[in-house]
Nanobody, 118 residues
Framework: QVQLVESGGGLVQAGGSLRLSCAASGLTFSNYAWGWFRQAPGKEREFVCG????????YYADSVKDRFTISRDHAKNMVYLQMNSLKPDDTAVYYCAAAFRSGKYEYWGQGTQVTVSS
C-alpha cells in the first residue's frame, strides 16, 4: 500500500532552518505531484507548497515564498521541504501529500511537528 512518512520536524528558534523529508513507497513516484501542507492548532489545514508531477513547476503560498523550497529526488523516492528564516507563525504539523498527475491530493503522511520559538 501507499505510504508517506515525514521526518525532520522539531523545535527551532525564530530565524533558524529545518529540512523536512517525506519518504514515499507503494506508488510510481514519477507519476505524482507532491505537496506540503500544514495545520496549526485551532486552524484549518493549509497549502504550503507543491511541485508538479513533471517537476517543471513549483508553487508556494505567499506566506512562505522566498523562505521555503520544495524539491524531490526520484532516485530515492523522497520529497523535501527546506525551510529557512522560520517564524513563530510557521509552527504547525506539516504533512506531505501526493496527487496522481494533475489530480487531487489523495495520499497523506502522518505529519511531523514543527515548533518555532520566538
Amino acid at each position: 500500500q501507499v505510504q508517506l512518512v515525514e521526518s525532520g520536524g522539531g523545535l527551532v528558534q525564530a530565524g533558524g532552518s529545518l529540512r523536512l523529508s517525506c519518504a514515499a513507497s507503494g506508488l510510481t513516484f514519477s507519476n505524482y505531484a507532491w505537496g506540503w501542507f500544514r495545520q496549526a492548532p485551532g486552524k484549518e489545514r493549509e497549502f504550503v507548497c507543491g511541485i508538479s508531477w513533471s517537476g517543471g513547476s513549483t508553487y508556494y503560498a505567499d506566506s512562505v515564498k522566498d523562505r521555503f523550497t520544495i524539491s524531490r529526488d526520484h532516485a530515492k523516492n523522497m520529497v523535501y521541504l527546506q525551510m529557512n528564516s522560520l517564524k513563530p507563525d510557521d509552527t504547525a504539523v506539516y504533512y506531505c501529500a501526493a496527487a496522481f498527475r494533475s489530480g487531487k491530493y489523495e495520499y497523506w503522511g502522518q505529519g511531523t511537528q514543527v515548533t518555532v520559538s520566538s
